[in-house]
């Protein structure tokens, strides 16, 4: 029953490997998006998909790849990982209608890099 | 680029009282949200605000989207023990359609 869910939930791996998250979201939004959260706690957009279309691509590292297969889902491919992508990527997903702007998020993904 | 302040950074307070922190914009925003992120999980919006001078409550919470729309407050009266967690702010301008502004967060302790 969760509206947006996203795996895995905890994520170690060594530098230098690659890695995926994936995301899904049941609530018929038509975008979806990649936000990062540091140790700070400061939450960044990273990318957003409008019917799986990119619309925003923020200063990321090409070793960030996000792929979206349909309007439900919304995956982070990461390339070559380093330390300082150590963080907890949350997936989120908005409606245009009403209320557009309001996103809902999913529990996160904690990345630790090795 | 646009800055979001939020301020406190952190709250320590007893349970029963009240709370108040705000955010300040450099640019007019056309949306305010209030979330909240409870440890281990996701942001769960607590209010949305839509219109300068609205004033919105949600059981407790109180939110308002100042009038010069370049700020937001948030209040929680009679605080409880699980009112605990990081309070954030966010918002949008009406040139950036999807890309929320996230606040740096007020944490908020409560004890008893």
Redesign the interface.
């Given at each position: 029953d969760t509206a947006?869910s996203q795996t895995p939930k905890y994520l170690v791996t060594q530098m230098g490997n690659d890695k995926s998250i994936k995301c899904e979201q049941n609530l018929g939004h038509d975008?979806m998006?990649w936000y990062k959260q540091d140790s700070?706690?400061?939450?960044?957009?990273m990318f957003?998909y409008?019917n799986k279309e990119l619309?925003?691509n923020e200063t990321v590292p090409n070793r960030f790849s996000p792929k979206s297969p349909d309007k439900a889902h919304l995956n982070l491919h990461i390339n070559s990982l380093e330390l300082g992508d150590s963080a907890v990527y949350?997936c989120?997903s908005?409606s245009t209608g009403a209320?557009?702007?309001?996103?809902?998020?999913?529990?996160?993904s904690r990345l630790t890099v090795l | 680029g646009q800055q979001l302040n939020q301020s406190p950074q952190s709250m320590f307070i007893q349970e029963g009282e009240d709370v108040s922190m705000n955010c300040t914009s450099s640019s007019i925003f056309n949306?305010w949200?209030w979330?909240k992120?409870d440890p281990?999980?996701?942001?769960?919006?607590l209010i949305?605000l839509y219109k300068a001078g609205e004033l919105t409550s949600n059981g407790r919470l109180t939110a308002q989207f100042g009038i010069t729309r370049k700020d937001s407050f948030l209040n929680i009266s009679a605080s409880i023990p699980s009112d605990v967690g990081?309070y954030?702010c966010?918002g949008?301008t009406s040139d950036s359609?999807?890309?929320?502004q996230?606040g740096?967060?007020t944490q908020v302790v409560v004890t008893p």
């Open positions: 947006v975008t998006y700070k706690k400061f939450l960044k957009i957003s409008n619309i925003i949350f989120a908005s209320g557009a702007n309001v996103l809902t998020f999913g529990a996160g | 949306t949200l979330y992120q281990g999980e996701g942001p769960v919006l949305a990081i954030f966010a949008q359609w999807g890309k929320l996230f740096a967060g």
